[in-house]
């Protein structure tokens, strides 16, 4: 399977993980690529994955945070970070490796376009050539 733009890798996210209630993508340099929130919100939450998975320490690829009403999950790779809202009392397990599906699929290498078969058809006749010979009389 080739690689996904981000928006699909959200759109991906949010069908398979039902207690996501938003979540971002952002860049390395924290600038978000995607979101399924609008901009000020989804800025927001990629800072705060990137906040907690800087102050996690750099070994850390996935961090969570609780509150009493949702918990913020984050995950990284070296191009992106995913953080994602859900909801309170989600299982942290299953939405880390929800996240750290998403990662995958961004970071997956294109497959190259297969080449187009000919078209069947008739085979291509060579031409002949035509003589230009002075003394002939055709």
């Known amino acids: 399977m080739g690689a996904v733009d981000a928006a699909q890798a959200l759109a991906d996210l949010t069908e398979i993980s039902a ?13 978000v690529v995607a979101a399924t929130l609008p901009d000020g919100p989804a800025a927001a939450l990629a ?12 070994r ?3 961090v969570e945070a609780r509150t009493g009403e ?8 070296d191009a992106h970070v ?12 299953l939405v880390l490796y929800d996240l750290r599906t998403c990662l995958r699929r961004l970071a997956e290498v294109p497959e190259p376009a297969p080449e187009p078969e000919p078209e069947p058809g008739k ?3 060579s031409r002949a050539k035509k003589k230009t010979d002075e003394n002939d009389p055709a």
């Open 19 to 31: 207690q996501i209630r938003a979540a971002a993508v952002a860049s390395a340099d924290g600038s």
């Open 47 to 58: 800072r705060a994955g990137s906040g907690m998975l800087r102050e996690a320490g750099a």
């Open 60 to 62: 850390a690829v996935g």
């Open 70 to 77: 949702a918990s913020v999950f984050a995950v990284r790779d």
């Open 82 to 93: 995913v953080a994602a809202v859900a909801a309170q009392g989600a299982a942290s397990g």
């Open 123 to 125: 085979p291509k006749r």
